[in-house]
């Protein structure tokens, strides 16, 4: 064989064709997404013997400490979204705009919290509220609130942040040269393209704010319990069919939320940036 048919010949392996590169993905879901749902779904429906029973859904909406949690998570989870967003939305707009900051290393040090295991974030909040005399002792729910926004901020600025970076700045310069005040301006030209960002934002602040528990256990001493916390309660105690209900429940309002972005454009294209 001459060296330059060699040179020339392709080697196909098998497991490196595009259609068996989905394999591991495939596992992956199957192993840890598939699996875990169906055992949710199956203790949610069952009782302690393992029978068919709608005990766990009974006994959820006829427990009002329960639907209390459940108001409470989303009324907290709102609050931390919304707060999130009023801070996080002009530091995005001041990291991303060249004008004002022209060092990269500024957005990093907002972000570098993130890269801080999760545990040790929530104790130093907590060492640092009780220096101000905010704890679960006296503000629980204050304490908790500062926690949560403190944690899910760096998730807020990240999305915003990357859209903004494709911001259209021909149309702002057009709205300026029209005779927009700034008011006009930020409301006609910027809003409507930072959308996609703060639709991620609000997805990634939202639900994982009601999900947690770790923040609102350790800052409020226990005081506020969010969903979160009450499924890990149910899961601790042995109660695996009112906690796997409970998760159940977590993951419709999940998908309800996803509901609310599918099919929408601006939605994905906020995605492929972020």
Same mark, same amino acid.
């Given at each position: 064989? @001459?060296?330059?048919?060699?040179?020339?010949?392709?080697?196909?392996?098998?497991?490196?064709?595009?259609?068996?590169?989905?394999?591991?993905?495939?596992?992956?879901?199957?192993?840890?997404?598939?699996?875990?749902?169906?055992?949710?779904?199956?203790?949610?429906?069952?009782?302690? &013997?393992?029978?068919?029973?709608?005990?766990?859904?009974?006994?959820?909406?006829?427990?009002?400490?329960?639907? &209390?949690?459940? +108001?409470?998570?989303?009324?907290?989870?709102?609050?931390?979204?919304?707060?999130?967003?009023?801070?996080?939305?002009?530091?995005?707009?001041?990291?991303?705009?060249?004008?004002?900051? @022209? &060092?990269?290393?500024?957005?990093?040090?907002?972000?570098?919290?993130?890269?801080?295991?999760?545990?040790?974030?929530?104790?130093?909040?907590?060492?640092?509220?009780?220096?101000?005399? +905010?704890?679960?002792? =006296?503000?629980?729910?204050?304490?908790?609130?500062?926690?949560?926004?403190?944690?899910?901020?760096?998730?807020?600025?990240?999305?915003?942040?990357?859209?903004?970076?494709?911001?259209?700045?021909?149309?702002?310069?057009?709205?300026?040269?029209?005779?927009?005040?700034?008011?006009?301006?930020?409301?006609?030209?910027?809003?409507?393209?930072?959308?996609?960002?703060?639709?991620?934002?609000?997805?990634?602040?939202?639900?994982?704010?009601?999900?947690?528990?770790?923040?609102?256990?350790?800052?409020?001493?226990?005081?506020?319990?969010?969903?979160?916390?009450?499924?890990?309660?149910?899961?601790?105690? =042995?109660?695996? =069919?009112?906690?796997?209900?409970?998760?159940?429940?977590?993951?419709?309002?999940?998908?309800?939320?996803?509901?609310?972005?599918?099919? =929408? @454009?601006?939605?994905?294209?906020?995605?492929?940036?972020?």
């Amino acid at each position: 064989m @001459k060296s330059t048919d060699v040179k020339n010949k392709k080697f196909h392996f098998p497991l490196f064709q595009r259609k068996y590169l989905c394999i591991p993905y495939g596992v992956f879901l199957v192993l840890f997404i598939i699996i875990p749902i169906l055992i949710i779904v199956y203790y949610a429906f069952t009782d302690a &013997n393992g029978y068919f029973s709608f005990d766990a859904l009974v006994e959820f909406f006829t427990t009002w400490s329960k639907i &209390n949690v459940l +108001i409470v998570s989303l009324f907290i989870a709102f609050q931390t979204t919304l707060i999130c967003l009023i801070i996080g939305y002009p530091l995005s707009y001041f990291l991303a705009n060249k004008k004002f900051n @022209k &060092n990269a290393v500024l957005f990093a040090l907002f972000i570098a919290p993130m890269w801080i295991n999760f545990v040790l974030r929530t104790g130093a909040t907590r060492d640092l509220l009780t220096w101000l005399n +905010i704890n679960g002792g =006296n503000h629980p729910y204050l304490a908790t609130l500062i926690g949560m926004v403190y944690n899910y901020l760096p998730f807020v600025i990240l999305p915003l942040y990357t859209t903004m970076l494709k911001l259209d700045k021909s149309q702002i310069e057009a709205a300026s040269d029209l005779g927009a005040n700034p008011f006009q301006t930020f409301y006609k030209a910027v809003l409507p393209q930072t959308v996609p960002g703060i639709i991620s934002a609000c997805t990634m602040t939202f639900m994982p704010t009601m999900s947690s528990y770790v923040i609102s256990d350790t800052l409020s001493e226990g005081k506020i319990t969010l969903f979160g916390n009450y499924i890990y309660l149910n899961f601790t105690n =042995n109660e695996w =069919n009112v906690g796997s209900f409970m998760a159940l429940v977590m993951l419709v309002l999940i998908g309800i939320s996803m509901l609310f972005t599918k099919g =929408n @454009k601006q939605e994905e294209r906020g995605r492929r940036l972020w």
